[in-house]
């Protein structure tokens, strides 16, 4: 809302433009603070690929239209994508786009169409946030992903008290915001405080390394993410203070206990 004001009262401070971000993909700003994430995950794909030498096989979870296929290639990493994404259309440009396979499949029907030990890393981007039972995808995970492997999960984050009042209080005034009513459109069923999501990821076998937030303050279109400094700035506060507020890009190293 307060966005649409600012854009009605100074609508010079809003592109109207459209730019290669990142050099990788089209948008209205230069460095779109909504987008700051993929650079992230890759460079963080391209570390593992270094340390492994060789290609590695990555599994993407909601690959969407294979973005993170051009951003990997983009820092010279060589790496197999493999996607999951629940529309068909999406999967079909990850394809043209460069991807191994694509799987047409609904993130929570078990078990995945891949042997167990497959991968070398797994993105789960923007997915546990809408799922009743996150915990059941950690699960299969543990069976498709290779002892120390590399998982990167990246989930929207708050403070406890807000997250509480969202998760207890909204929904006994908004209707729309009521598990049954979210669980119909995919929305955010879960919310979590960056301990929170570190400790469901270490009861699955995942020892975390990094956390990194994506900003501190974002609105599409806005002038200041057409400069670097301001990139850059966000960058620095969230490797400072990574769960405080807006998204965090957690990478962690799948260390199952032994038996």
């Known amino acids: 809302m307060l966005k649409k004001f600012l854009e009605k009262l100074f609508p010079f401070l809003f592109s109207s433009r459209t730019y290669l971000a990142y050099g990788v993909e089209e948008a209205p700003t230069k460095y779109p603070l909504d987008k700051a994430r993929y650079p992230l995950m890759a460079a963080f794909i391209r570390e593992e ?6 290609p590695i096989k990555v599994l993407d979870m909601g690959c969407h239209e294979g973005m993170m296929l051009l951003y990997t290639k983009q820092n010279q990493t060589d790496a197999e994508f493999y996607g999951m994404d629940i529309l068909e259309e999406r999967l079909n440009k990850a394809m043209q786009r460069g991807y ?9 029907n078990f078990p995945y169409p891949f042997n167990n030990g497959f991968f070398d890393a797994v993105i789960c981007s923007h997915i546990l946030e809408h799922l009743e039972y996150p915990e059941k995808v950690l699960q299969e995970l543990n069976r498709v992903m290779k002892r120390d492997g590399l998982l990167i999960v990246g989930v929207p984050v708050g403070l406890l008290p807000g997250i509480l009042w969202r998760r207890y209080m909204t929904p006994m005034y908004n209707p729309w915001k009521r598990k049954k009513e979210v669980l119909k459109r995919f929305g955010h069923i879960q919310f979590f405080t960056l301990p929170v999501l570190k400790k469901l990821l270490k009861r699955y ?8 937030g994506d900003f501190l303050i974002r609105a599409r279109k806005f002038f200041l993410e057409n400069y670097k400094w301001w990139y850059k700035f966000n960058q620095w506060y969230g ?3 990574p769960g405080v507020l807006g998204h965090v890009t957690l990478k962690a190293r799948f260390k199952p206990a032994a038996h």
């Open 205 to 212: 076998g995942f020892v975390t390394e990094e956390a990194r």
């Open 239 to 241: 490797k400072i203070f």
């Open 49 to 54: 690929y270094l340390k492994l030498k060789r």
């Open 100 to 108: 191994q396979s694509v799987t047409r499949q609904d993130i929570q």
